[in-house]
């Protein structure tokens, strides 16, 4: 008897929110197990059609001879492959998806509030730092891509009818980012520092001497430029939709940051596939020919 | 007269029924009745081994198709079907570097279905690469990586490598000029990193170039070893889901 008028007197509130939560709940059986039934269905089907429709690519045997023009990787790895076009190949290759990686597993151990967790974009200002990042992220890998392409050259040339060789020769620096190095006088003393003989001198250790010259211009367009630019830009957009407000909280960076992340990874990877044609030189997609032996 | 004082018997549908799903060998293997009353609809999820992978309630939300748009049970699904087409493949492939070409070659022409099956795994193949890469999309834009999910989401970016990994590997088997070109392309971004890179790219392709100590290891991951440690991953990935409560809520 007592705990009976204990357990009525404790509890109307607790036992009318346990059957609001038992009210909002479905079983799933069947209600989850036939959506999953159907969606299987669905596409097993739409698998199986498109398997008679398209048959999968299959070329010539593999000769070790032949090297096709363009040699691309698999399509999700041109991403990195069109990287590899604008970087020293250790950045590109490994370097890069690394550090994206880990950054992408850190994502929960930097963002660790419980703000909008388990509806779609539900924090108040996620729509605007998604679209914003994305936007961002889409327009400067394109503009990074036309500069080092050299299409801002030919664009120039279309728009004041000049030949596309009447770009000022002051200017040639702006050409690409190669052009940094090759385009500007750089003195002999740093485009060619005697890194083992001076500085890094392991002979006096009892090592052998590292035969390693530092070509400073080079080590700028390569590694220093595109490591500045990956790291400044993302931050530089985080720094500037913090001063105007739009990204307040950690929740609101992460989607600005992983949204632009997203646009350049997809940008990549339709340049990379569809942009890039003999000599990976940057072409529209119908100028793009099958690759030749 | 007398028909309508005879009490009613059981209809034809009852007795099949009971025939059906009433008898001794039926209820040695499904322990509960069928499904129909709301105690057998949740003994039918929490008796089952594979349907135990579900809570056997869930939020009326969860149900909606748009909250998560199936992308991880689809990305499983995929990997399952997968399996399945690439067994059927292994029947006839032998990864060397004489066979594999006229392997698939013969694949197409000779065997009953064989187009058909290549087909499917190499369309499921991509499509799970793409699956995967939005069922990230979809768990980051609903908040579900956050407490307590945090390393759940980092055993789901293992996942998306094993999954590049799978299919990359997979790649090469074909023995094309476009496998043999993308995985030498590829396979040559490994070697550019510094001090490891060259070690690892030739542990990886067991010499200098794309040969058949490649064509073997890439063969042995891509039917065993990547998809053990796959497996092991996705129970983990799985488990972890219902021990955290099942898909994220709003707190």
């Given amino acids: 008897m007592v705990a009976t008028t204990q357990e009525t007197a404790a509890s109307p509130a607790v036992r009318a929110r346990a059957r609001r939560q038992r009210d909002e709940e479905l079983l799933v059986w069947p209600d989850l197990v036939f959506v999953e039934f159907i969606a299987a269905v669905v596409f097993t089907l739409s698998m199986t059609a498109l398997s008679i429709l398209i048959n999968a690519p299959l070329l010539d045997r593999a000769n070790a001879g032949v090297t096709p023009n363009p040699s691309k990787a698999p399509w999700y790895f041109l991403n990195l492959q069109e990287l590899l076009l604008h970087m020293h190949p250790a950045l590109a290759g490994v370097i890069v998806p690394t550090v994206a990686l880990i950054a992408l597993g850190a994502i929960p151990y930097f963002d660790r509030s419980h703000d909008g967790q388990g509806e779609w974009l539900s924090t108040p200002r996620a729509k605007l730092n998604l679209i914003l990042g994305a936007v961002i992220g889409t327009v400067g890998t394109l503009l990074l891509i036309v500069w080092d392409s050299s299409k801002h050259v030919v664009l120039w040339a279309r728009l004041t009818g000049n030949d596309e060789t009447d770009w000022p020769t002051k200017l040639n620096w702006l050409r690409n980012a190669r052009a940094l190095q090759d385009e500007i006088n750089w003195p002999s003393e740093i485009t060619k520092i005697p890194f083992g003989e001076k500085v890094l001198r392991t002979d006096l250790l009892g090592l052998p001497r590292i035969d390693l010259n530092l070509n400073l211009p080079a080590l700028l367009v390569e590694q220093i430029l595109p490591v500045t630019l990956m790291i400044g830009l993302p931050l530089l957009m985080s720094l500037v939709l913090h001063k105007r407000g739009i990204a307040r909280t950690k929740r609101d960076h992460m989607i600005a940051q992983f949204s632009g992340f997203i646009a350049v990874y997809v940008v990549l990877t339709i340049i990379g596939t569809a942009f890039r044609g003999q000599g990976m030189e940057l072409l529209w997609p119908q100028d793009v020919v099958p690759p030749v032996s | ?251």
């Fill in chain 2, 1 to 251: 007269m007398a028909s309508t004082e005879r009490p009613e018997g059981r209809s034809l549908g009852d007795r099949v029924y009971d025939m059906l799903f009433h008898n001794y060998v039926w209820q040695s293997i499904f322990r509960s009745g069928y499904p129909n009353t709301p105690r057998n609809q949740m003994l039918v999820v929490a008796t089952n081994v594979f349907l135990h992978l579900h809570p056997t309630r869930i939020h009326r939300t969860h149900v909606k198709i748009t909250h998560t748009y199936c992308l991880g049970g689809l990305s499983f699904f995929l990997f399952l079907g997968l399996t399945i087409t690439g067994v059927l493949l292994m029947f006839y492939y032998v990864p060397s570097v004489e066979r594999a070409y006229e392997d698939i070659l013969a694949l197409e022409t000779d065997v009953r279905f064989g187009i058909l099956m290549r087909n499917m795994h190499r369309w499921m193949a991509h499509g799970m690469v793409i699956m995967v890469l939005l069922h990230m999309m979809r768990v980051f834009y609903t908040g579900a990586y956050k407490p307590p999910r945090e390393f759940n989401w980092v055993v789901g970016v293992v996942l998306l490598v094993l999954t590049l990994l799978l299919s990359f590997t997979g790649y090469l088997l074909p023995w094309d000029q476009l496998a043999f070109w993308a995985i030498t392309v590829g396979t040559n971004m490994v070697g550019s990193a510094p001090i490891l890179g060259e070690p690892n790219r030739f542990a990886l392709i067991g010499g200098f170039v794309v040969g058949p100590a490649a064509l073997i290891r890439f063969y042995t991951l891509h039917v065993i070893g990547l998809p053990l440690l796959a497996a092991i991953f996705m129970a983990v990935h799985f488990w972890r889901i219902r021990r955290d409560g099942g898909l994220a809520r709003p707190l």
